[in-house]
């Protein structure tokens, strides 16, 4: 036994009582001591019961029972739900007279089978449920809320171990903190072999005359032979015959898209070795737009036509414009699926177009390629730029050891004219080109107005940062001279130990006259390259085209600023050459698997250039070392590939000559489609325990003042179902849709007459038909998490093996009433006086009762005597004749007198003696005289 306290702080409550009932005790003078005794005492104790009753006191007791609750998986997916009822049957049997059981049903809900109790006579599973999940998370919450909180609790978890709803390992080891133990009895699950359709890969958003393919993933636990059909709607459009392998098994089937609208397919399987049908049935669904148009971007005329053929011969609609044509505003981006530039240079797009192509790919999902070349990706300067950012592929190469040390010299015109925009942009264009080099490349800035200084002298770039910050401290300022400033950085560049030299001019004006022709014959004899550009059209474009020619480099005109930066960071790049792979070689196919074209092989490349693949790309191609050949990712709402060859033919000859040219070109520019639509809503439907949730965000009207809107829900066989989705944000909503039969399912959206957009929902057979596969861990850990362990005996189910736990009677009712009791006590106390006389007068009478009644039989016996005596002088006297009638008036009043007296009690002694009664006869006689009187006076 022990005692506890609900709010022991109250018991600080004594202390300024102690001290109260103290006080009073030295102060109280009008009591004597006896009396003041019991009055502090009393006093005390109902301050005592009071305090005790406000802090909540109670007996502890232990425990002697305990309570178990029995969750009884009853999915389809276990083999023998009867396997749990003997299991109960004999744990029953083995419980205590006090111990309790309850039992619990689970599927994809909860419900109570049996009560707890202390005697469940025949253990039964009748409740219905919907058996095509399992949710052993909510049988373990009820299971812990029917435990009471004061007894030793178990739950017993009987399942296969198939868990497809809630997490029952988090439930269990909340009980466990509670100190409920959660014990796991393995059922047997359904067995035998088993083939089915796990799912259906299609793009949600097809266009129509696409080639497009859907991947089919087939599962088995047998090696055997099975035929999958695939319909759509109602028409059959491919049978195929395939050998299924135990485990995972993708199956492509290509498939043509002819009609608009929402298209629905169907998966069949059959094979000789199943077990269970419900899981041979997959759907799946797109939405077909019309045919799709593609924007082909050509630096060139002609650089693009092989993947122009291609694309057409596919039924795409191809639309073919020079750089200068790229859209420059997202609306002008709508009419597009997809963007390709083949072999374009970064210089020939204005940042808005780089900008603008960046956001039509993330905001509005316009798909986006890349191919390769001599103008393609950092050979095209496309380093560090909003399209760098959308593509898979990172444009340098994060190995710097596969590139040979370069010696690179920046020749940067800094006269006044370069003042402003100019300065600052050939400042950024200069520390872009710093990025590219590593340690073993070396790097010197020359600035030159009249004269020329070394703002960077040659060296090593180790410290890229003070590197950046010497060159943005450039000024601009005086005249423009080029020949002396360009022989300096000869003839310290061709003292550099390094493989490739390399020099960039950029100058905006004109120049004294120098020997310019011998400069760069000696340039050339000692292996430096010199490239050329000129700012604007004022700049000496013939001197700056001359050099760059004599020298073995290029010459650019960047007609604005803006363009310098790219043209730094492709000559940087060029000049390094190893950014080329020129070594024919087969690409390995390594990844993309729903691209079925290439699974058959593919033929082999003269080059491709170089890039580093992105942490979260997918690189379907791959080269010998490896870098990626193909590479695609999500980026944003949309998609993007990166063709790191040409398309011209000069490094790709073999794959435009290869017959699955165009069906492999098609495949991978109709995954970079939008897979949402761009205007009206966008939805998303995604499965919960309580069924399925519907989100809908507005992309196009305004709806931000609209509550409600209503989506409409259309199965195969045309039935329909409304559901109502509330705003929860401006312009977004949500609605709940119950538990549905596995199928597709169109959602249209509309707000009151208006149509809003329309989505797909696709419904899978319930995961109870599934492998029951990679469950081998879940029971023992489910056990471990609860505190408990796996139980095979039915008798350890009531085992003595939980913690002990303890009942509460609290008292504080109790101690009131004691307290309601001793008050009234204490006042009677305080208010009645008692002398020492007045208690030895009150022990006295106290003793006068008790001899009062131990001579009561005595009293009564002379009570009775005196009584007839009475009866019988009465008799006598009525014998008598009457009396004259004063005089017996008289005599009457006399004798009645004489009777009073008789009867009025005397004053007695302290011991009266004893008195004789009159005799009898002494009353007659007086009797007879008196009668004879009254004769004679007559």
């Not at 796990?198 to 129509?208: A, E, I, T």
């Not at 980026?635 to 699955?660: C, F, H, I, M, Q």
Request: hydrophobic share 40%.
């Amino acid at each position: 036994m022990a005692i506890s306290f609900q709010s022991p702080w109250m018991l600080t409550l004594l202390l300024p009582l102690a001290w109260l009932l103290w006080d009073g005790w030295r102060r109280e003078e009008r009591f004597g001591p006896v009396k003041k005794r019991w009055i502090f005492a009393l006093r005390g104790g109902l301050f005592l019961l009071l305090v005790l009753a406000l802090a909540g006191v109670a007996w502890l007791f232990p425990v002697q029972h305990q309570a178990v609750v029995f969750v009884v998986d009853r999915s389809y997916s276990v083999a023998e739900p009867e396997q749990a009822v003997q299991y109960i049957t004999e744990a029953l049997k083995k419980k205590k007279p006090d111990d309790q059981a309850a039992i619990i049903s689970v599927g994809a809900q909860a419900m109570v089978e049996h009560a707890l109790s202390d005697e469940i006579s025949s253990p039964s599973l009748d409740a219905v449920i919907n058996r095509q999940a399992t949710d052993l998370a909510s049988g373990l919450r009820i299971a812990g809320g029917l435990i009471p909180q004061e007894v030793p609790g178990r739950v017993v978890v009987l399942t296969d171990g198939l868990e497809t709803k809630g997490k029952a390992a988090q439930e269990a080891n909340m009980l466990r903190d509670k100190g409920v133990r959660v014990d796991v009895v393995p059922l047997a699950a359904r067995s035998g072999p088993e083939v089915l359709v796990d799912r259906v890969d299609v793009p949600q958003r097809l266009y129509r005359q696409e080639q497009a393919s859907l991947t089919v993933k087939v599962k088995a636990n047998v090696d055997t032979a099975a035929t999958l059909t695939v319909y759509e709607g109602e028409r059959r459009l491919a049978e195929r015959k395939v050998q299924v392998k135990p485990g995972e098994n993708a199956v492509t089937v290509p498939v043509q898209v002819n009609d608009d609208g929402f298209v629905r397919y169907r998966v069949t399987l059959s094979s000789p070795q199943d077990t269970m049908s419900q899981n041979n049935t997959v759907t799946a669904f797109s939405q077909v737009a019309g045919k799709p148009r593609v924007l082909l971007v050509e630096e060139a005329s002609e650089e693009g036509n092989n993947l122009r053929q291609a694309l057409q011969a596919t039924g795409m609609v191809v639309e073919r414009t020079h750089p200068a044509g790229i859209p420059r505003t997202l609306d002008q981006f709508k009419r597009y699926s997809s963007v390709i530039l083949a072999h374009v240079r970064a210089s020939s797009l204005s940042p808005q177009q780089m900008e603008g192509l960046r956001l039509a790919v993330k905001e509005l999902g316009i798909g986006l390629m890349m191919t390769g070349g001599t103008e393609g990706f950092a050979l095209g300067g496309w380093y560090q730029t909003p399209v760098e950012e959308a593509l898979p592929v990172h444009m340098d190469i994060k190995d710097k050891k596969r590139l040979p040390p370069l010696g690179l010299m920046l020749v940067i015109d800094k006269s006044g004219s370069m003042g402003g925009e100019k300065i600052e942009v050939a400042k950024e264009a200069a520390l872009r080109a710093t990025e590219l080099l590593t340690v073993q490349d070396r790097l010197g800035v020359l600035a030159f107005d009249d004269g020329f200084e070394w703002i960077l002298s040659p060296q090593a770039v180790r410290d890229k940062k003070a590197i950046m910050g010497r060159i943005g401290g450039i000024p601009a300022d005086g005249g423009t001279n080029i020949y002396p400033a360009l022989a300096e950085a000869h003839q310290r560049l061709k003292q550099q130990k390094v493989k490739r030299k390399h020099i960039i001019l950029l100058t905006d004006g004109q120049s004294n006259q120098g020997d310019y022709e011998g400069l760069t014959k000696q340039m050339k004899a000692d292996g430096i390259t010199l490239s050329t550009v000129a700012v604007g059209t004022d700049a000496d474009v013939g001197l700056l085209e001359t050099l760059a020619r004599q020298a073995g480099g290029r010459h650019y005109l960047a007609e604005t600023p803006a363009a310098i930066p790219t043209i730094f960071t492709k000559e940087t790049t060029m000049a390094m050459r190893e950014y080329i792979m020129d070594q024919p070689f087969t690409p390995k196919w390594t990844g993309g698997s729903d691209w079925s074209v290439m699974g058959k092989g593919v033929p082999p490349l003269r080059a491709y250039v170089a890039t580093t693949p992105k942490r979260t790309a997918e690189v379907v191609l791959s080269s010998p070392y490896p870098d990626p050949v193909l590479a695609r990712w999500q980026y944003g709402l949309g998609r993007t590939v990166a063709w790191t060859s040409d398309v011209n033919g000069k490094w790709s000859s073999a794959w435009v000559e290869w017959p699955a040219f165009a069906s492999m070109m098609s495949e991978v520019v109709s995954w970079t489609f939008p897979q949402q639509a761009t205007e009206g809503l966008y939805m998303e439907a995604e499965q919960e325990e309580s069924g399925w949730v519907i989100r809908a965000a507005s992309v196009g009207p305004d709806l931000s003042k609209q509550e409600e809107i209503s989506l409409e829900l259309l199965d195969g066989q045309g039935k329909k179902l409304t559901i109502p989705a509330r705003a929860v944000a401006p312009g977004q909503f949500v609605g709940k849709w119950a538990e549905a039969e596995p199928g597709t399912y169109l959602v249209k959206a509309s707000a009151g007459n208006t149509p809003l957009g329309s989505y797909g929902i696709n419904v899978p057979y319930s995961a109870e038909f599934g492998l029951n596969e990679g469950k081998a861990d879940f029971l023992p850990s489910l056990a471990q998490a609860g505190g408990g362990q796996l139980l095979a005996n039915p008798g350890h189910a009531f085992a003595d093996n939980l913690e002990s736990r303890f009942g509460k009677q609290a008292l504080s009712r109790w101690l009131l009433l004691m307290a309601t009791c001793l008050w009234p006590l204490e006042i009677f106390l305080r208010k009645v006086a008692f002398s020492g006389e007045d208690w030895q007068r009150l022990r006295q009478r106290l003793a006068g009762l008790r001899s009062t009644g131990a001579n009561a039989s005595y009293v009564g016996t002379l009570k009775r005597l005196a009584t007839k005596k009475s009866e019988r002088l009465q008799q006598r006297i009525d014998e008598v004749p009457m009396f004259p009638p004063l005089e017996m008036k008289t005599k009457s009043t006399a004798l009645t007198k004489e009777k009073q007296a008789a009867q009025r009690p005397s004053p007695q002694p302290a011991s009266p003696p004893p008195q004789e009664p009159a005799s009898e006869e002494t009353h007659t006689s007086r009797l007879l005289k008196a009668k004879r009187r009254r004769e004679q006076n007559r």
